[in-house]
C-alpha cells in the first residue's frame, strides 16, 4: 500500500473525547488503504499505555510526551515572535526531525495533519501533497471564549482569535485540500476567509453503532423512578463545564422544584472545582471519570446539550441518538448536525425553552419514540466508512 504521513496533535486513543474520536477512527480507516507513518504527541501519562494499540494499526510511529505545563510556558514565545500561542506548544525539534527523516527514508509523498499546529512541521515541504483536517474553526473558538471572560484572560483569547487565523489561513493557502468536520463549518471559514475556497471541504463524523448499541445488557446504575438528565463530556474542557453550570442553573433548579423525580447526572473526567460544587446541589450527581458511558446514556431519561460556546459536530449528541435517546440541546450543540423536525423540535437556547421541551418528552412515552426514531435517522447518516470516504479522495486525488 502507498505510504502516508498522519501527523496528530494528540495520541488517538482512547476514542473518549471528541477530537480523539475523530482521529482514531480516520487512523482505523485510513489503515485499511495505506501504511501509515504516524507522529503524535502525549499529553497525558495515562495515555502511555495505549501505544501499542496505535502502533497495530501502523507501519512506524513516533510518540513524544510533552508536559502541558511546561507547554504553556514554551507557548508564550509567541507573544514575543508573534506566533498563536497554539503553534509554539507543539513546536519540537524532535518531532521535525523524525518527520523529516521518516519522509526521506520512506519516499513519502503525502501527508494528513490533524488540528492546524500539526501544519508546522510540513507547511515549508512544498514537494508534498499536503491535506490539513482542522476539525473546527479553533481561532472562532477562542473568539467566543474571549467573550466570556474578562480583563488579561479576554485579550489573551482575543489576540489568539486573530494570530491564529492568520496561520489557519496560510495553512489552507499552502495545503492542497482542507476540511472541516462539516460542511457548515467549511462554509464558515470561507465566508471569515473573504470566500477563499482552497479546496475546503466538509468531512463529517460519524458514530461506531455497534459500540453505541441500546439492545446491548447495561446494568442499572440509576435510582428507580428517577427521571434522569444526562451531560457526557470532558468536564475539563471550559465549553463543557459553562455549559452544565448554566443548565444547572437556569434550567434543572426549577424542573426540580417542579418535580424531584428529575435528577442531573453529569458524566465525564476531571470535572472541575465549579463543576464538582453543584453536586451540592438538590438532584445532581457529579460522576468524574467512568469506565463506560454507555450505561449512562442507555438509562436516562433524555440526554442534554445545552453548549452555549461549540464548534463542529459534537460527538455526544450523535452518540445519545445513536443510544435511542431524545437529545435536548441548544442550536449552538446542533451545529453541523443535520437536522430533521424531531431534531429540530428538541432544540432551544432558552432556559424557558429547555423546560418546555423536557415537560413534553415526559408525556405519553414521547422520549422513547423519538429516540427510537433518532437511531434510524443518525445510522443513515453518519457510518465511519461513508462519511470518511470523501477524506480518502482529497487524499488520492492529491496523490502522485
Known sequence: MKPLLYLVHRIPYPPNKGDK??????????????????GTFIDNTDDSQYQDKVRSYCQQTHFEMIKPQLSK??????????????????????????????????????????????AQFVIAKNELHKVMDFIDIDSDKWRQYSGSHKGLMSWIYAREAD??????????????????????EAEHFKTLSHNRDNNISGVSNGIDFSYFDPTLA????????????????????????????WFAEA?????????????????GSNPSKAVQDLAQQSGIVVTGRVE???????????????????????NKVLEAMAMNKAVVATHNAMEGIIINDDIANCVADTA?????IIDKLSKNNLADTLGQSLRTWVKNNYQWSS???????????HAE
Not at 462519511?387 to 486525488?397: E, F, G, M, N
Request: glycine content about 2%; some cysteine.
Open 21 to 38: 474520536i475523530r482521529s482514531y477512527n480516520i487512523l482505523r480507516y485510513l489503515s485499511q488503504h495505506y501504511d501509515i507513518y504516524l
Open 73 to 118: 510556558l514554551k507557548s508564550l514565545s509567541g507573544l514575543v515572535t508573534g506566533q498563536a500561542l497554539s503553534i509554539p506548544y507543539y513546536a519540537s525539534k524532535s518531532m521535525q526531525q523524525w518527520v523529516d527523516e521518516v519522509i526521506e527514508k520512506n519516499n513519502i509523498d503525502t501527508v494528513l495533519a490533524f488540528s492546524s499546529p500539526m
Open 163 to 184: 494570530y491564529l487565523f492568520q496561520y489557519e489561513q496560510e495553512v489552507a493557502d499552502k495545503f492542497a485540500a482542507s476540511t472541516f468536520v462539516s460542511d457548515k
Open 218 to 245: 447495561y446494568e442499572p446504575i440509576y435510582p428507580q423512578d428517577k427521571k434522569v438528565l444526562v451531560f457526557t463530556g470532558a468536564m475539563d474542557y471550559w465549553a463543557n463545564c459553562d455549559a452544565v453550570i
Open 251 to 267: 434550567v434543572f433548579k426549577k424542573l426540580y422544584l417542579l418535580d424531584n423525580n428529575y435528577q442531573f447526572y453529569i458524566v
Open 292 to 314: 463506560d458511558i454507555r450505561p449512562y446514556i442507555a438509562h436516562a431519561f433524555i440526554a442534554i446539550a445545552p453548549l452555549r460556546i461549540a464548534r463542529g459536530i459534537q
Open 352 to 356: 424557558e425553552g429547555q423546560m418546555t
Open 387 to 397: 462519511v470518511l470516504q470523501p477524506l480518502k479522495t482529497l487524499i488520492d486525488d
